[in-house]
């Protein structure tokens, strides 16, 4: 079972709009509503291995982006490819 953590949300009505925000960063958050309060569940939208590779395209390209080289990132089969643009 993938890991959990719980976010105390208070009951104002950001719990769906958070919960977006979080899925921009790979994070997936069901809102649970209770009589105690309201919480988002969040977990880890995609496996480790999608994670991973998200985390080194986004290094590599803060690299290629940070040195000005005329490069591009492109996923591939099992992992990424170092292109020029065009290719």
């Known amino acids: 079972m993938p890991e959990t953590i719980q ?40 496996a480790e291995r999608e994670r991973l590779l998200d985390g080194a395209v986004h290094a590599i390209e803060a ?9 591009v990132v492109q996923r591939a089969d099992d992992g990424a490819v170092i292109r020029p643009p065009g290719d």
């Open 63 to 71: 690299y290629l982006s940070e040195r000005l080289l005329p490069l």
């Open 7 to 46: 976010i105390d949300v208070p009951r104002d009505g950001i719990d769906g709009d958070l919960a977006e925000a979080l899925a921009a960063h790979g994070l997936h958050a069901d809102v649970v509503d209770g009589d105690d309060g309201c919480a988002l569940q969040v977990r880890f939208a995609s």
